[in-house]
């Protein structure tokens, strides 16, 4: 899927730019934007290894394993098919509270040891479980409860109140992860492996 | 309103007091631990780098090409259809490959419009209840080697579809 999304982009990119003229941009943003992409792997890595750090802190002194055992109901319905004891559901867990207190950067590292996890008990390896795609489209439904980001943004651009759409916008994260739940349980249902 | 701002500036600080309190308090040792953890996260962005390097470069080829205002026009006809303000459509394809090119195009509109306008209102709504589709797949996806995704990104269009539709109903709704 990425193989023909990543070649498309960039191929439909290039004949776009070739009809309309814009082939010196065109170079130079595929330049800027690989060092861009190097750039912000810098910065990330700060962040990042920061909240690792601190995750790891975490760990040891048995606050995930608190929290996890915490969200167990929310998890067993939501993986009707992975055992409780399972490391998987600990990063799940971890995952899904920094998406939930919107720290979107440092949902990463927990989430890609859940899938590490997961694929541990994917009978294909090459193809994605249910579980895996239970799990991506909540993330991507976002589950964010408080957007700190836009906020920060509104208030560098001179809102009057850059906290009012902090209402809203949960109501709406609610919407669109309900849409995602609903989907992946009823495709959970439909396909065997 | 104000409770939740003041709140959410003290979200993360209260995140790092609780979390290294509570490891003081287990006898942990915090900063050894800390140290340790910091390594892991090398090694997470230094996987990340090179899918990143990837994306970054075919969304920036897209953008410099013309490509995605060609994609906007095609579109807006049939977002005005639904009162869909096209100002948006950009943003919200942006949105499902690049959360920074998506910012990029958000803190634009900030500018044209304010961030107090039913506009500026509408995306600020938008960006916290969507997520960056295509990135998110290819980085969780691409670390564990997965090459068949099934139904993962229907879903994931489907539910943030759904909240960009609630985003620009609600913010109608509530703001007029």
């Known amino acids: 899927m990425l193989n023909y999304l990543w ?30 992409a190097v750039q912000l792997c810098i910065t990330l890595v700060g962040v990042i290894s920061l909240w690792t750090g601190l995750m790891k802190i975490a760990e040891e002194s048995g606050l995930i394993k608190s929290l996890t055992e915490k969200m167990k109901p929310i ?9 409780d004891n399972h490391p998987s559901k600990k990063y799940i867990a971890t995952n899904m509270i920094a998406n939930i207190l919107g720290l979107g950067w440092a949902a990463t590292p927990p989430g890609l040891k859940a ?19 239970t799990f991506l489209i909540i993330n991507i439904s976002s589950v964010q409860l408080l957007p700190i980001n836009i906020i920060a943004y509104r208030s560098q651009y ?12 949960i109501l709406a994260t609610i919407v669109s992860t309900c849409v995602g739940v ?11 492996v | 309103m104000n409770i939740i701002l003041y709140l959410s500036n003290f979200m993360i600080p209260l995140v790092f007091v609780y979390i290294i309190g509570f490891g003081l308090l287990s006898k942990v040792n915090v900063f050894d631990v800390f140290v340790k953890g910091v390594m892991d996260g090398f090694k997470v962005v230094l996987n990340i780098m ?20 060609f994609l906007t026009m095609v579109l ?58 295509f990135y998110t797949l290819s980085v969780y996806f691409l670390a564990v080697n997965i090459k068949k995704t099934r139904y993962t990104i229907t879903g994931a269009l489907l ?18």
Do not use: W
């Not at chain 1, 992946?184 to 065997?192: E, G, L």
């Not at chain 2, 075919?58 to 013309?66: F, M, T």
């Not at chain 2, 109903?169 to 703001?175: A, E, G, N």
């Open chain 1, 7 to 36: 070649a498309y982009m960039i191929i439909f990119g290039i004949i776009i730019g070739a009809i309309n003229g814009n082939m010196p941009e065109v170079t130079q943003t595929a330049i800027d934007s690989s060092k861009e």
């Open chain 1, 75 to 83: 998890l067993r319905f939501l993986f009707p098919n992975i055992p």
């Open chain 2, 76 to 133: 807006t006809p049939i977002t005005n259809l639904v009162k869909f303000p096209s100002e948006l459509v950009p943003i919200a394809l942006m949105r499902t490959v690049s959360s920074s090119a998506a910012t990029g195009l958000v803190l634009d509109l900030f500018k044209t419009y304010g961030p107090d306008s039913t506009i500026g209102r509408m995306v600020s709504v938008m960006m916290g209840c969507t997520e960056t589709i």
């Open chain 2, 159 to 176: 539910a943030n579809i759904a909240g960009i539709i609630f985003s620009v109903f609600i913010t109608y709704r509530l703001f007029g």
């Open chain 1, 115 to 133: 899938m590490e996890k997961l694929q541990e008990i994917n009978p294909h390896k090459e193809v994605a479980s249910k579980e895996m795609c």
């Open chain 1, 158 to 169: 001179q809102s009057a109140n850059p906290a009012e759409i902090i209402g809203p916008a």
């Open chain 1, 182 to 192: 609903i989907f992946a349980k009823v495709m959970m249902k439909r396909s065997r």
């Open chain 2, 50 to 69: 090179p899918t990143l390097i990837g994306l970054m470069v075919a969304v920036g080829i897209l953008r410099a090409s013309g490509a995605l205002d």
